[in-house]
């Protein structure tokens, strides 16, 4: 059974910066992408960032020029940096690795911005 385990959440001001890891419990065959969701309050979870096979990326337009997508492959692991933060990034953060016949996610991270 592949496990997603999530860290480095937290509490940050307006303007900071977090990092998130995703570290999978074993190598994955087959993956299409692996990526990162969130999901406010009262809303639906949506995409935030996602790194593809060949390593092209893809990002939310809310989180542009502000947030990077990588990956360790030696260590199974997908990192987010995300800096500049603003409240609205309030959320609890998901990791996601695809594959074409499933999805795995992790248990989410808390992340918040306030001052």
């Known amino acids: 059974q592949v496990q997603l385990v999530e860290s480095g959440g937290g509490l940050v001001q307006p303007g900071g910066s977090l990092r998130l890891s995703c570290a999978t419990s074993?190598?994955?065959?087959?993956?299409?992408?692996m990526g990162w969701y969130r999901q406010a309050p009262g809303k639906q979870r949506e995409l935030v960032a996602r790194?593809?096979?060949?390593?092209?990326?893809y990002y939310a337009d809310s989180v542009k020029g502000r947030f990077t997508i990588s990956t360790d492959n030696a260590k199974n692991t997908v990192y987010l940096q995300m800096n500049s933060l603003k409240p609205e990034d309030t959320a609890v953060y998901y990791c996601?690795?695809?594959?074409?016949?499933?999805?795995?996610w992790g248990q989410g991270t808390q992340v918040t911005v306030s001052s």
């Open positions: 790194i593809f096979t060949g390593g092209s990326t």
């Open positions: 074993r190598s994955i065959p087959r993956i299409s992408t």
């Open positions: 996601n690795v695809n594959v074409p016949v499933r999805d795995y």
